[in-house]
């Protein structure tokens, strides 16, 4: 199984043996990836049956929860670390997740497919929604329901309140310094709320 090149990024802002949660945790692949490399004690939260049951076969903690509701279930600051990765895009309440995973993390992690790369804008310039490796889906069957940029993400994060940590742009696994919008497919931020 190849590793999302994100997983590293995010594990070089994680603690050994803190708590992490992950929100949109899927088959439970950066679960399992966390725990090994830093002994994490580590909660997945997932809404699709069939990913569940993948995180359960993998001996993952769990919960079965539509983001959508919230986080009521957490108390604040109940977690060292809350990971949102290649999920914010999916979200129909954007603001609320944003608040809701920085009450709940006392650091978070959010990642996303940079709209703002050169090939999808050259796409849109031809006339038709881009296809790419970090925006795999045609605009018919897509489970994004929002595109973004960098400068979108850091644009909102400011209006939140939402302090940036850090942050991390990569494009094909390797770090983009240069133009980071525009050359970079996918965006890592390490973010907490206001002090």
């Not at 603690?15 to 966390?34: A, R």
């Not at 919960?63 to 509701?69: K, Y």
């Amino acid at each position: 199984m190849q590793l999302r090149s994100d997983f590293d990024a995010i594990a070089n802002w994680v603690e050994t043996n803190s708590s992490l949660l992950d929100l949109g945790c899927g088959d439970g692949s950066f679960l399992e990836f966390i725990r090994a490399k830093r002994k994490a004690i580590t909660y997945g939260v997932e809404i699709t049956d069939t990913a569940v049951l993948a995180c359960v076969e993998k001996g993952l903690n769990v919960i079965q929860q539509d983001l959508e509701g919230g986080l009521a279930l957490f108390k604040d600051q109940s977690f060292d670390t809350v990971v949102l990765s290649q999920t914010l895009q999916t979200i129909h309440q954007t603001e609320r997740i944003l608040r809701e995973v920085v009450r709940v993390g006392k650091q978070c992690v959010v990642s996303f497919p940079n709209f703002g790369h050169w090939s999808h804008r050259y796409a849109v310039a031809l006339g038709r929604m881009p296809v790419s490796k970090s925006l795999p889906y045609e605009w018919f069957n897509t489970p994004n329901v929002r595109v973004l940029t960098i400068a979108d993400f850091e644009a909102l994060a400011h209006k939140l309140g939402i302090e940036i940590l850090g942050r991390v742009v990569l494009h094909h696994g390797k770090t983009v310094h240069w133009l980071p919008n525009l050359f970079g497919s996918l965006a890592i931020y390490r973010v907490c709320g206001a002090k």
